[in-house]
Each structure stands twice: as C-alpha cells, then as structure tokens.
C-alpha cells in the first residue's frame, strides 16, 4: 500500500466523544508502569477499553552539554548556522491496522496527522511540538474494539544526533478508566533514530498494551519490516 505524502495538514480532526470506562476491574493502582518483567496489561480488564485512549510522549528537548567550554567561538558560529543547536526533537507516531485490513502511518511527517479511513478517524495526532515543551499527543478511538486490529506507537528523532539517553522519553497512556500506562524509554541504543515503544492490540474482544522499546537503526520503513505491516514508503518531510 503507498503511504501518501502530498497532502497537505487540514484543520485539527474532530475528538470522538468518549465512551463509558467502566471502573478500576480491582486495579487500584493509578498508574501501572511496563517493564520487561511485566511487559503487558489489558485495558479490557482494567476498564480502560471504552472511549479514547491518549498517548503522550514528554521528552528533554535541551539536553545539557557535555562541555560548556568546548569548540570556542567559531565553533559555536558553525554550529549556529547549520541549525545544530544541541536540541532534540522526537516525533510521536503510529503505523495502523484495521480489521478490515487497512493499514496506514500517523506522523507529523508528510503531514500524515490522521488515518486514512473515510469520516471521524480512530488514530490521529493533534499537532508536532518540535521543542518538547508540552509534548506530543496521539489518540486512539476504542469505543469499537472490533475495529482496530494493532497500533505500534513510536517514537523518532526527526532532529539532533540520536541520544536517547538525553531525551529520557516517557510516554503515558490515558484511558478512560482505569490506571494509566507508562512507558519509560530507559534502555538505549545511540545508532538508531527509531524507537518502537508500544503495541495496543485488539482481538475483538480485548485490548491490551504491549511494552516494546525496541530500537531500529533506519526509518519508518524499517520499522515496518521490523513488524511486519507490509506497505510501501516514499520519503516526506514536514
């Protein structure tokens, strides 16, 4: 399937109004941390699985400097002109599929800030923060499970040298009931600008969350390789 680049970004796509949670489903814990030990959790069970689910990605976008001093003055003037500020800016993204088989990528990217699908859209991003200050924010519709088959949320860094340790990103999901999900991208790898942070998948029936950290030295069409989604890529810019 081509991903499409060339459209240009619309006005803001419209919020699904939200569905009834449901309770905590005995988890009393308000916020629930995945790790490779406990790596997975059902918002089915919890009573997070109605609604919308927010995903929200903070990061250190001005990481300090190792050296204050270092370079000089002409150094500096280099660094200046060629944009390279130190700053980081990592891009919250999604690749889609639907249990009617269509498949897709939400990205500031080409401007790609919702899905494909015809009418109110079940994956879409609300804007591109490229100096980290609030972060960035995707949602995903789950008011019908039975339409959604996997989403992988990740992370890239658009700009700056790949040092995820400096970023120390986070990403928190939200549901509408239950505890919320975090994330921590506490595990490193400096060759790779992509990181595979997260899968929520569904079987119809439930939804749960699937902690990845999963680092891919290449783009977004390695990342697809990686996981299988099976499209065809052009090159996009923002």
């Known amino acids: 399937m ?35 030990a406990a790596p997975k959790v059902s918002l089915t069970k919890s009573g997070g699985a109605g609604g919308t689910l927010k995903v929200h990605l903070a990061w250190n976008a001005r990481p300090a400097q190792a050296s204050s001093g270092g370079g000089g003055f002409l150094s500096k003037l280099k660094q200046a002109a060629s944009g390279a500020s130190g700053g980081i800016d990592l891009d919250l993204g999604a690749l889609y599929e ?5 498949k897709g990528v939400v990205q500031a990217l080409g401007n790609a800030f919702r899905d494909r699908g015809a009418g109110e ?23 019908d499970p039975a339409r959604l088959k996997r989403v992988l949320v990740f992370a890239f860094i658009y700009e700056g040298v790949p040092n995820w340790a400096a970023a120390d990103g986070v990403v928190t999901l ?14 490193h790898d400096d060759r790779s600008p992509m990181c595979a942070i997260a899968q929520i998948v569904s079987d119809g029936r439930e939804v749960s969350v699937q902690r990845e950290v999963r680092y891919v030295q290449g783009g977004q069409q390695a990342l697809d390789e990686a996981y299988g989604w099976g499209m ?3 090159t996009g810019r923002k």
């Open 2 to 36: 081509a991903i499409d680049y060339s459209k240009k970004r619309g006005e803001p796509a419209p919020t699904p109004s939200g569905g009834s949670g449901g309770s905590g489903g005995g988890v009393s814990l308000s916020k629930v941390t995945l790790t490779k």
């Open 174 to 187: 939200q549901p509408v009931g239950g505890p919320e999900i975090e994330v921590r991208l506490d595990e």
């Open 98 to 102: 639907f249990s009617d088989g269509s």
């Open 232 to 234: 065809r890529w052009q």
């Open 121 to 143: 859209p079940l994956v879409w991003l609300d804007g591109d923060d490229r100096r980290g200050g609030g972060g960035e924010n995707l949602y995903v519709d789950l008011r």
